[in-house]
């Protein structure tokens, strides 16, 4: 019997999340992990999901990122997911960063609302990020992001 | 009933204070608000700051129609339960988000037929009428909604590859 593979969701809250959640029918026989900054997110997944909260933060407030930051490598380090999964935003850039140093798959879906240009994150994201996309086709370029599609 | 939104913490009072205004003269109409942390609260309608996803969702359920702002997660939860929305985009410039996204959102959905669009709060009133009187109009929208397949075969293909 193989063991099932395991996939890390992570996101800020609201329309990221949101975005995420629909991802799933691409990970349908995976354990689905989820780290988000809004901790009542955690009783709206399936009850084979796991949920993990960590800390908000923006841009702005250094030590709160760095509080962030630690709290999603732990994160990383305790469930050993094989795939990292965000929409974005800063808990996302450091789940790429810190997912592409310990040899995990990495993939940044930009949010859709983001449709005149990239988002802060998504742009930071994309060197860390295996498969680095957008969700609109006239963002993409040759070197990346690349566009598949959307969640809507 | 009329769930208005505004979507997240941040307030969004251009958007509550124009539905609080049509709300004083349409007493007949039950209308809830999510309208963030705002000092401002509307007066002719109840409302709270912010609310578990749990409620979020059965607000929505209960809804005839939505009014919000132009951000994803309104719009995806009115597209699931298919609901009519009336969206007011944010403007980075007022500060009520950090950039104009919410306008190339609004304006990329303002062909969903559930979905009506205002640049402006002094339209929120008039446009608000419109829709309560179409409600039965907006029951046969069939606005194409699925998670891309390509999208989903793309990360199935590099995670499988």
Redesign the interface.
């Known amino acids: 019997m193989t063991r099932p593979?395991r996939?890390l969701f992570v996101s800020s809250?609201?329309?990221h999340?949101?975005?995420l959640r629909?991802?799933r029918?691409?990970?349908e026989d995976w354990i689905r992990l989820y780290a988000c900054t809004?901790p009542?997110?955690g009783?709206?997944t399936e009850s084979e999901e796991r949920f993990f909260a960590v800390p908000e933060a923006s841009r702005w407030n250094k030590l709160r990122l760095v509080r962030q930051a630690g709290a999603v490598l732990w994160i990383l380090l305790r469930t050993r997911p094989?795939?990292v999964?965000s929409t974005g935003a800063s808990p996302g850039f450091f789940a790429m960063l810190f997912g592409r140093l310990l040899g995990r798959?990495t993939?940044w879906?930009d949010?859709?609302?983001?449709?005149?240009e990239l988002s802060l994150s998504g742009q930071q994201a994309g060197r860390f990020a295996?498969?680095w996309?957008t969700?609109w086709a006239h963002l993409a370029r040759p070197e990346g992001p690349?566009y598949?599609?959307?969640?809507? | 009933m009329i769930f208005v939104t505004v979507?997240?913490q941040l307030a969004f009072d251009r958007l509550v204070s124009a539905v609080d205004d049509w709300a004083a003269g349409r007493p007949d109409v039950a209308i809830f608000g999510q309208v963030g942390d705002t000092n401002q609260p509307p007066v002719h309608f109840e409302s709270v700051s912010t609310m578990?996803?749990?409620e979020y969702q059965r607000r929505f359920a209960e809804a005839d129609m939505v009014v919000g702002h132009a951000?994803?997660?309104?719009?995806?939860?009115a597209?699931e339960q298919r609901k009519p929305l009336l969206m007011l985009p944010r403007l980075g410039s007022l500060k009520e988000s950090r950039n104009?996204?919410?306008v190339?959102?609004a304006r990329?959905f303002r062909s969903f037929a559930l979905f009506e669009v205002v640049e402006s709060e002094s339209d929120v009133a008039e446009r608000i009428d419109q829709m309560l009187a179409n409600l039965e109009g907006y029951r046969s929208a069939e606005d194409s909604?699925g998670?891309?397949?390509?999208?989903?075969?793309?990360?199935?293909a590099?995670?499988n590859g």
């Open positions: 593979r996939v809250s609201g329309g999340w949101i975005q629909r991802l029918p691409a990970f809004n009542g997110y009783s709206t094989e795939v999964v798959k993939i879906v949010s859709i609302a983001n449709m005149d295996d498969l996309l969700q690349k598949f599609g959307s969640v809507v | 979507g997240s578990s996803p749990e951000g994803m997660g309104t719009i995806i939860a597209l104009d996204n919410q190339g959102t990329h909604f998670v891309g397949d390509s999208l989903i075969a793309a990360i199935r590099f995670v």
